[in-house]
Nanobody, 126 residues
Framework: QVQLVESGGGLVQAGGSLRLSCAAS????????IGWFRQAPGKKREGVSC????????YYVDSVKGRFTISRDNAKNTVFLQMNSLKPEDTAIYYC???????????????????WGQGTQVTVSS
């Protein structure tokens, strides 16, 4: 079964850190660009970060630049999102998905994506 499973969310105080994991099963993750997305209550899902399959280039939405770091461990078939200096506005359900055709279209109308997983809840208290 082809799927991505997110984990690592939780409740943290503002200024704290979390590391999210996106584990792939049923396919080899390093052949695909992988994106992290989030959806807060009442808001549209937004692309947060992406890591390319070709050269490991990384992309971030402006609101998380300098605070979040995306990485991949091909041996573990897993992509990570290290989140530091968390803010209450980072509170959301976080999802990972394959990004098609590549990270340059993250969050745009040209982006297609693989199936969504169940997500992992991140809650940042003030």
């Amino acid at each position: 079964q082809v799927q991505l499973v997110e984990s690592g969310g939780g409740l943290v105080q503002a200024g704290g850190s979390l590391r999210l994991s996106c584990a792939a099963s049923g396919f080899t993750l390093d052949y695909f660009a992988i994106g992290w997305f989030r959806q807060a209550p009442g808001k549209k899902r937004e692309g947060v970060s992406c890591i390319s399959s070709s050269d490991g280039s990384t992309y971030y939405v402006d609101s998380v630049k300098g605070r979040f770091t995306i990485s991949r461990d091909n041996a573990k078939n897993t992509v990570f999102l290290q989140m530091n200096s968390l803010k209450p506005e980072d509170t959301a359900i976080y999802y990972c998905a394959t990004v098609i055709p590549d990270c340059t279209v993250l969050g745009t109308a040209d982006m297609e994506h693989g199936d969504w997983g169940q997500g992992t809840q991140v809650t940042v208290s003030s």
